[in-house]
């Protein structure tokens, strides 16, 4: 029997078609038959591979409602802020719920809003959380440092929903970013530093936040034309800006409630 082999490399895809395809990674050597599907046949097998890479980075699920993706370790917090911070929409309509505390402190922000070029407050946010996350009354500890902009677990979340999550540990900003106008833009919360169009019910926040930012609050730095709802603040909240806006729940409500 003929024994083919599947290359997968760093190269564009390529087909029998000796004419790459831009703006594709990986190519299927013309050893293999799989070259003989064509291109769509070359997509549809890298688009099996991606989606086995980001259902197996997870303890467990497949992100649906009935079957959320399973989060219990620092790792899994890892593969979920790496899938959101660059995947385009990754995480719209999935479902997300925390088994156990995760003691080992996470470092990494979910989230990274990109700047548009439509004027100072323009954001894509199209690597932004925008499932649902249930923290199943589980706790997250964070450790936080430094980091710009929007802060929290969550750096900014837009119509998505969290709740049931405990967040301890801490948030810490050293640097001032007092500069007109991206001053704005520091936003902190120990669940969201920004959250618009969202829910955030039941969650209870004891970090302790001390940041040199704009509008900090326990729960969101910034809500906007969103819903929080029977959520505790039980951590020191602090912001070093002279004309900051601070609150034990949000920092700034903008249209919501």
């Keep these: 029997m003929k024994k083919y082999s599947l290359i997968i490399s760093n190269k564009l895809l390529q087909t029998h078609n000796p004419k790459p395809l831009k703006g594709l990674k990986n190519h299927i050597s013309s050893k293999s038959p799989l070259g003989d599907l064509g291109v769509m046949g070359a997509i ?31 790792q899994d917090m890892e593969a979920l802020a790496d899938s959101v911070n660059y995947g385009n929409n990754w995480s719209k309509g999935k479902y997300f719920k925390l088994i156990k505390d995760i003691d080992d402190t996470v470092k990494t922000v979910i989230g990274k809003p990109v700047k548009g070029n439509q004027g100072d407050y323009d954001y894509d946010f199209s690597y932004v ?19 710009p902009g929007f802060t929290g677990l969550f750096s900014h979340i837009f119509n998505a929903k969290i ?8 948030i810490k900003k050293i640097t001032a970013d007092y500069k007109e106008p991206e ?8 669940i969201v530093g920004y959250a ?6 039941y969650c209870t926040n004891i970090c302790d936040i001390d940041v040199k930012f704009v509008c900090v609050g326990g729960i969101a730095g910034h809500s ?21 806006l601070v609150g034990g729940i949000v920092g700034h409500n903008d249209i919501g409630n």
């Design 44 to 74: 549809a097998i890298l688009f099996f591979l991606t989606s086995f890479r980001l259902s197996a980075q997870f303890s467990g699920g497949s992100g649906t409602e009935q079957d959320p993706y399973q989060i219990k370790s620092r």
């Design 129 to 147: 959380f925008q499932g649902v996350f249930d923290g199943n009354n589980h706790k997250i500890t964070l450790a936080l440092n430094d980091n």
């Design 163 to 170: 709740h049931n999550l405990i967040v301890d540990g801490y």
């Design 183 to 190: 001053y704005f833009y520091n936003w902190t919360g120990g």
């Design 196 to 201: 618009i169009n969202s829910e955030i019910s």
């Design 224 to 244: 906007e034309e969103s819903v929080i709802s029977y959520c505790k603040n039980y951590g020191k909240v602090e912001a070093g800006y002279v004309d900051g």
